[in-house]
């Protein structure tokens, strides 16, 4: 091996898999990848299985590491999901009624004119007295002061006040955002708040991971609008790492369609939790400046622009009045759920339940546990259903809920069922975990549906399929006639006289662990070609890593 030739490591850490890849850093040629099942209760244990992985495979020297580039989808798979940490938000000078995913909503007399001037005093004892308030509710906090972009002193003072009180994160408006608008603004600072946790301990565990395999080059995180950033700028301002995963799927995308004659494609990351949509135009992913939709909230974060559906290989298929549904919630397909009981234990008294239990590492670590009741019943009784749960602890399914939701923050509990990938391990489409886990499972679900096995596996398939088609639309309508048309689309399957189809101009590449078995009906269904890349099944990792070579060049040139 030429010892002149020097490496990126590209890292990606998905709900299912983390994968990663070696790079020749002047030649751009990938050396070697490897996936990785993703370890929630130890990230570092993933991630530092796949990097020894790539390591291993190109028989790569540490020293010729130039840079380990980390992509990540915790912070759109947390809003997606739902879950991220609690926040309280501080709304100083501005006295409407926001609906965030917050805690509570704390009114503080305060803020500044658009002169800079002060337009009333910081009313500090109303905002010290709101902290001890919100103190034993919260993991983080969120401000935002009026007119902050052209004067911060008010944000800037109450979150000293604040960490003289409570050391939680704290996250202003002005950090992030430079423009107008107290909601955007709001949006902005809560999104890094409820991530600033999420970041700092997924970081820490990369940085145990690539201690432990003598791994020592800088770590760059991908950004969502392709740039990239070194660790300490990820924890302070988390939300700029949201699209970071679609943002490097596009990456290497757009280097796949920069091959063809027009450099255009749809890249189609099918994930785990989400499959994400983004526009490739003259070989480049086109951006979205300014203000961006994160699920129902419109943020100050730029990003590639995409349309993101809560539907992956991981999605749950839901007992729904009526019949089931599948998605957005994420869980441990059967296949991979090694640590729960064998689904006619739990599925044959409550067809399309959860089964949920201790975190492998956690059922023997007494101090872990502690006192919170339902670790210790699940400690006590094993793997167990919520309906059992919800009757041991004589809480409805919202108070199960709020206690699972604090213990799934912090990693502690794995919630396992039928997913999108089970059926398609019954159809014989992938090839990895047990899949006699997910034939056991698919047949106590299709007698309780009334189908026969093979007939209920391709039904999931075919709603996840009709879901990222409608996410592909979606992007298309948006871009071509500026709104979604969602009407249409949501009706148009039922449409008894008119039968409405589309067809695309551009090729898909898909990208994704199931990209090859999700992927070939939906592009036939929109009369395109479908693109499976080398290394698509690590595309994420192969565009983390183009996206720090990138920027190398552009601080040598």
Known sequence: MNQTTTYIIGIDTGGTFTDAVAMERATRRIVAAAKRPTTHHD??????????????????????????????????????????????????GYDKNLRLPVVAVKHIQGGH?????????????????????????????????????VNPAHELV????????????????????????????????????????VMQSFLAEVAKALGAASVTAPVRV???????????????????????????????????????????????????????????????????????????????????????AGVGGDSWVRPVPGGFMVGPTRVAPLAMADAAPEPAVWLDADPGAKCIFLAPGVATDAATVGAEPLLVLLRERGPSTAASL???LRVGEIGLQSRLDAVLRRNLVVEAGFTVTDALHVLGAVD????????????LLAQAYGLGVEEFCRDVVLRA?????????????????????????????????????FALNSPLVGLGAAAAALLP??????????????????????????????????QQS
């Not at 190109?58 to 130039?66: L, R, V, Y």
């Not at 500090?124 to 509710?137: A, I, K, T, Y």
């Not at 595309?539 to 996206?547: D, E, H």
């Open 432 to 443: 990895f975990g047990d899949a006699a886990r997910s034939s056991a499972g698919a047949a």
């Open 43 to 92: 990230l570092s244990l993933g991630v530092g299985a796949a990097v020894r992985a790539v390591l291993d495979k190109g028989n790569i020297p540490h020293a010729s590491i130039d840079a380990v580039a980390i992509s990540t989808t915790l912070a759109t798979n947390s809003v997606v999901e739902g879950r991220g940490a609690r926040v309280a938000l501080f709304l100083i």
């Open 390 to 392: 919800m009757t041991a």
């Open 222 to 308: 991908v950004r969502g609008d392709l740039a990239v950033m070194d660790a300490a700028a990820a924890m302070e301002n988390p939300a700029f790492t949201f699209a970071s995963g679609p943002a490097a799927s596009a990456r290497y995308g757009a280097a796949v369609a920069a091959t063809s004659s027009d450099g255009a494609a749809l890249v189609v990351d099918v994930g785990g939790t989400t499959t994400d949509v983004v526009f490739v135009r003259n070989g480049a992913p086109t951006l979205k400046e300014g203000g961006n939709f994160i699920g129902e909230w419109e943020t100050h974060v730029r990003t590639v622009a995409m349309h993101t």
């Open 465 to 501: 399929q009709d879901k990222i088609e409608d996410t592909i639309l979606r992007q298309c309508l948006f871009a071509e006639v500026g709104h979604g048309m969602a009407g249409l689309l949501d009706a148009r399957r039922s449409f008894s006289m008119l039968e409405v189809q």
């Open 521 to 554: 009906a939906v592009a036939a269904r929109l009369r395109t070609t479908l693109v499976l890349p080398p290394h698509y099944e690590v595309g994420n990792a192969a565009g983390a890593a183009l996206s720090a070579a990138d920027a190398l060049m552009k």
């Open 113 to 149: 004119k658009f002169s800079g001037e002060e337009d009333k005093p910081l009313a500090l004892e109303n905002l010290l007295e709101s902290v001890r308030d919100c103190q034993p509710h919260v993991d983080a906090y969120a401000v935002c002061a009026a007119m902050s972009f």
């Open 158 to 197: 109450a979150a000293k006040a604040i960490g003289l009180l409570d050391p939680k994160p704290v996250f202003c408006s002005h950090r992030a955002s430079g423009l107008p608008g107290v909601e955007e603004r709001a949006a902005t600072a809560v999104l890094n708040a409820r991530l600033m946790p």
